[in-house]
């Protein structure tokens, strides 16, 4: 079955610069990647999502790159701000089948 | 109101117990997922629906019963609750399985 894996644990950033969230999946026929935020307490929320025929996709501050042969998808963040802080979850959906998600980032950025 | 709804938000059970976690959605979504949050492992599936009438094991079906007899519910039983069970229980829709999934507010499930 599917498994995702996801680095760091956590990750310390100041106020304005940028940070990456690396996932790796096992599955090559995935072709769904989500990116959640879930700030404390509260549920999490679609952020950003790519599919496989795609290498590449920003909205504003935020982007999300696919390596297909690699396996291997990350988040990129620029310009963070406090607001940015929460934990974030990368997941992988294997056709119209169940999503797996990583274990989670737990972004702090300091002002 | 239209959304995805749990309930309860919070339970305290006792070991052995049956308890029932529900949720509910209006959006006529096809795919529901209940997933486990536990610090360190992330969001965990625990099972699946793509349609009334048809479920299928996650990543840790252990312990758990569910059934969906209606596409917009999704009823999560643990059958003889173990405080390895005490966690966040979160259910989540979405209109196929690669598409946005929405969540529930979750339940804070407590087992002594």
């Known amino acids: 079955g599917e498994n995702v894996e996801q680095h760091p644990s956590t990750l310390s950033v100041q106020e304005g610069d940028s940070a990456v969230i690396k996932c790796t999946y096992s599955?090559?026929?995935?072709?769904?990647f989500p990116w959640y935020k879930q700030e404390l307490g509260k549920r999490p929320q679609l952020i950003i999502d790519?599919?496989?025929?795609?290498g590449e996709k920003k909205d504003q501050r935020i982007a999300v790159t696919l390596n297909k042969t690699a396996k291997h998808f990350s988040l990129h963040i620029t310009e963070t701000q406090p607001e940015d802080s929460a934990v974030y979850f990368c997941?992988?959906?294997?056709?119209?089948?169940?999503?797996?998600f990583g274990t989670g980032t737990r972004l702090q950025v300091f002002p | 109101d239209a959304g995805i709804t749990q309930s309860p938000r919070y339970k305290i059970t006792e070991t052995g117990r049956q308890v029932t976690l529900m949720c509910h959605q209006t959006?006529?979504?096809?795919?529901m997922f209940w997933y486990r949050q536990d610090l360190g492992h992330g969001l965990r599936l625990i099972y699946y629906?793509?349609?009334?009438?048809?479920?299928d094991k996650g990543e840790v079906p252990d312990g758990y019963v569910v059934s969906r007899s209606k596409t917009e519910n999704f009823p999560l039983t643990l059958e003889s609750a173990t405080r390895s069970q005490t966690s966040v229980y979160f259910c989540?829709?979405?209109?196929?399985?690669?598409?946005?999934?929405?969540f529930g507010q979750g339940t804070r499930l407590t087992v002594v």
């Open positions: 989540a829709s979405s209109d196929r399985g690669n598409t946005e999934a929405f």
């Open positions: 599955d090559s026929a995935s072709n769904y």
């Open positions: 790519i599919r496989s025929n795609v």
């Open positions: 997941a992988a959906s294997l056709n119209t089948d169940k999503l797996i």
């Open positions: 959006w006529s979504h096809s795919y």
């Open positions: 629906s793509a349609a009334a009438d048809i479920t």
